[in-house]
Nanobody
Framework: QVHLLESGGGSAQAGGSLRLSCAAS????????MGWFRQAPGKGREGVAV????????AYGNSVKGRFTISPDGTQNTVYLQMNGVKPEDTAMYYCVADNNPHLWAPDTWKYWGQGTQVTVSS
């Protein structure tokens, strides 16, 4: 079974920072693509950031460009999301995703999903 485990969610004030992490485990050595989607109450899932292992660069959703940074480690099964300058509208459940050939910004095309970690930003 493939598992994606997110951590690092919590509360922050507007303008502050959070750092999320995601570790993948399962029968494969790793995935080509890993990234993050988020979902706020009453809204659909929104693409946040994607990393392609070995040959980046990262890609970002328009709403987080210039504020969030996705980065890998050397295992090809772990990614981080550094969230700087957070805003109240960043409040959402953040999901780690992994796949080998997704359509980057289409949530239904990503095969593996974590259970999510909540991020709450207060004004």
């Amino acid at each position: 079974q493939v598992h994606l485990l997110e951590s690092g969610g919590g509360s922050a004030q507007a303008g502050g920072s959070l750092r999320l992490s995601c570790a993948a485990s399962g029968p494969t050595d790793g995935y080509i693509y890993m990234g993050w989607f988020r979902q706020a109450p009453g809204k659909g899932r929104e693409g946040v950031a994607v990393w392609r292992f070995n040959d980046g660069p990262a890609a970002y959703g328009n709403s987080v460009k210039g504020r969030f940074t996705i980065s890998p480690d050397g295992t090809q099964n772990t990614v981080y999301l550094q969230m700087n300058g957070v805003k109240p509208e960043d409040t959402a459940m953040y999901y780690c995703v992994a796949d080998n050939n997704p359509h980057l910004w289409a949530p239904d095309t990503w095969k593996y999903w974590g259970q999510g970690t909540q991020v709450t930003v207060s004004s």
